[in-house]
DNA sequence: TCAAAATATGGAGACCATCTCCATTTGTCA
DNA sequence: TGACAAATGGAGATGGTCTCCATATTTTGA
């Protein structure tokens, strides 16, 4: 997608250096507590170096939301071929809170990304949400789920969840969403 | 609850164009655009006069945001005292989503707040859960909706639509997500 | 009504994170 | 190996945040 330019070896050793640090700051959460600078001093690079890379923080964000993301997308593919739609479909969202609630840092960073709306998550997000659309749309082909209700409101549901994970009884909340959303969608329609 | 201490004459006028200032911005959505010692001038006030009255940018939304939980929550309570509690319930979620579309800068601010978890908003944010536990509690007495799904989860949906407000179609997915909910809550428990 | 005491004001400047710039180092290619 | 291109790193400029205190305003009480 964005071209390729030939990156110089001990480039990429620096690029790969600073992402390996932010994964991990990432995944701690504490993305937003650290100077930017330090991200520099902790991956053994100069400051500048870093902003050559990682023009904003955001930017740096984004890189490590990627590899993110892509590890979801094929667990969505590969439980759709797998399993019944409205299954794959419940036992994806099943599997998300999963994971956040796993990886409790980066849904802090990802909530705060998103808030900010930087836009750096655009990309990412977009695949994401390509992954849930398709698991819906299936669902709603073969008749389990109604078809009144797109995945934009599956993701809103996903985005609440995540940006709401340091409630104190989170991780039961976050089932019961998923429940109310699945038994939501398999209802019939509303009449108005 | 807090101590009220006498506030002299020309502090509480001080205060006051603060907090209008405040109110305005907030509502404009460029909270976090502006930089905070510019409130001071907006309001026609001394950078010190606006640290002392609100010492930090989430102290400032706290203020504001107070004011405008308890419009919600009046609304709440009215709505509880005059319909049928699954009625009240659908009708008030309804409502919310109006409010954050003609307040789309406040949704804004808010999502940021939230997500920054800046916990300036706890008790604010507290009294809204507090009328929407009440809304859902009633429901489940008369047996309108199931007794398996507590208020957090409607917390998180609610956010998750506030937090998203950003998204092209918005209000059609916003509406989506209250009809899930509402549907959901409705449907008698799953078995497991 | 008028000091004196108490309370509040405002803005100059200290502080600190962000980001730029370029002299130096490192890698690549012929 | 030499010469050119690519990349580095950190010193310092920039600009927003917050503190401090000399001055101004309000209140008190005699």
Redesign the pocket.
Known sequence: MTAD???????R???EALLATAREVFDAGDFFDL????F?RLA??????L???F???EALAEAVYHGEVATLCDRARQLQATLPAAEALATFLRDMVDHIAAHQGLARTLATLMATRSGALAEGSRALEQAVTDLVAAAVQDGTVRDDVDAGAVMMALHGIGAAHDRPNWRAEADAVITLVLDGLHSPHADR
Do not use: I
């Not at 100077?35 to 330090?38: A, E, G, K, L, T």
């Not at 053994?44 to 170096?49: E, N």
């Open positions: 330019k030939p990156l110089r070896a001990d480039a050793r620096k690029r100077r930017f600078d330090d520099a053994g690079v100069g400051t500048g170096t902003y050559r890379h023009p904003t923080r």
